[in-house]
């Protein structure tokens, strides 16, 4: 199983800045291990952010993106006190989801 | 005659000023900077936690009342107390070895398989993850160590002997690298250990992220590399030279706040 993401997310002057780190090994499909054999692709294909139930961001992710991604962005809203959701899924058909409240 | 002087003086000139302008291109704090704010140190942070609270081992015990110098289970502010004297041990131990060996007491796992295993494996690699919580836990508190205990005090000794001496095909020691200021390899700066500020930059910044190989280093990890990379013997894991180097640097930064865990490029 996926390990846990780490979601701060603050609320200031009506606009709410998430920040998430997440824990994945993001390998490309393009290296080799000691052996010479091609570590097999696997890697975050979609991320999506809910503020409540309303979905505030969702994103395509791709093998160019590093190992343990880190992503922040702002949406306009949110009070102290909501929740916030993010889940992700991999090529594997893994997936993960983490809530937090906006501090 | 003096026309040739003085070309030759504007050359040196030249050359004098040339790293200084390069070096204030490779300023990499704002990169550091941004980095810190999500520093992936925080995973292994987390499952250093729950390693901590986890009953594991032949004893099936927990590392809750692990002692690591501030009394049985107190993580705050510990680690920027370590290495120091421990009687129960009968030696002087850094954080790693601290760990080790209350995996062993604790919980049975011997200390055998962490010494002879690799680093980002295995129990080494859970070792890891306990000193990223552990250093949390003294995140921005000043660099103490008690030099005033002779163990201590011998191990610093030690360890500053071992940063002049020289060994290897090279014929490097810690201090050819680590005692002018501005120097580099590459464009990682490297910290003057001779002084106070450089040290705690050196001791107070490791463990850390590395970004580019995504991997989390110990300072044992660091400091075997370093050993590595002066093409010398490598050292045991946990061994006294090592800690002896980390008394040393930690010692000689004494009172300066550390910035665990570090985030590097």
Redesign the interface.
Known sequence: MA??M?IRAAAKDGVTEV?V?M?HVMETGQRKDSAGEVIPAHFITELTAKHNDKLVLSAEFGPSV???P?L?FKFKGGEKGDKITVSWVDNKGDSRTDEAQIA | MRKRIKAVAVCVGIALTAPASAQEELNFDAYREMLADGNPAELYEMEGEELWRTARGPNNATLEQCDLGLGAGVVAGAAAQLPRYFEDAGRVQDIETRLMYCMETLQGIPSKEIIDGKFLQGERAKLAALVAYVVTHSKGEKIAIDLSHPKVKEMYELGERTFYYRLGVMDFSCASCHSQDGKRIRATQLPNITTREGAAEGWGSWPAYRVSSSQFWTMQHRLWDCFRQQRAAEPIFGSDVIIALSTFMAGKGNGIEAKWPGVKR
Request: no cysteine.
């Open positions: 390990s846990p780490r920040r780190l824990s590093s190992t343990n880190y922040a």
